[in-house]
Nanobody, 121 residues
Framework: EVQLVESGGGLVQPGGSLRLSCAAS????????MRWFRQAPGKERELIAD????????YYVDSVKGRFSISRDNAKNTMYLQMNNLKPEDTAVYYC??????????????WGQGTQVTVSS
């Protein structure tokens, strides 16, 4: 059974930090690209960070660039998101996603259940 389990969310004050984890099982983690999405109330889910299967390449949306850092440990089948200098607008449910593209228009992906991050004083 494929599982992606996020953890590490919670309530933090503005300027604070959190580290999210995404533990994967049931598939070959090291062959999948991994992504973090978030969804704020009333808004669409958005991609905020992406890391390729080896960890050599990363992408960040402009709103988190310089504050968030995505990483992965293929030996532990786990992906991380280090979030620093958090802002109230970072409040959202954070989801991890695993994706493998076999061909154009042919991809396999899996989702976690999400973890709530709330930034408030």
């Amino acid at each position: 059974e494929v599982q992606l389990v996020e953890s590490g969310g919670g309530l933090v004050q503005p300027g604070g930090s959190l580290r999210l984890s995404c533990a994967a099982s049931g598939f070959t983690f090291s062959t999948y690209g991994m992504r973090w999405f978030r969804q704020a109330p009333g808004k669409e889910r958005e991609l905020i960070a992406d890391i390729n299967s080896s960890g050599a390449y990363t992408y960040y949306v402009d709103s988190v660039k310089g504050r968030f850092s995505i990483s992965r440990d293929n030996a532990k089948n786990t992906m991380y998101l280090q979030m620093n200098n958090l802002k109230p607008e970072d409040t959202a449910v954070y989801y991890c996603n695993a994706i493998k593209i076999q061909a154009v228009g042919d991809a396999t992906d899996y989702w976690g259940q999400g973890t709530q991050v709330t930034v408030s004083s």
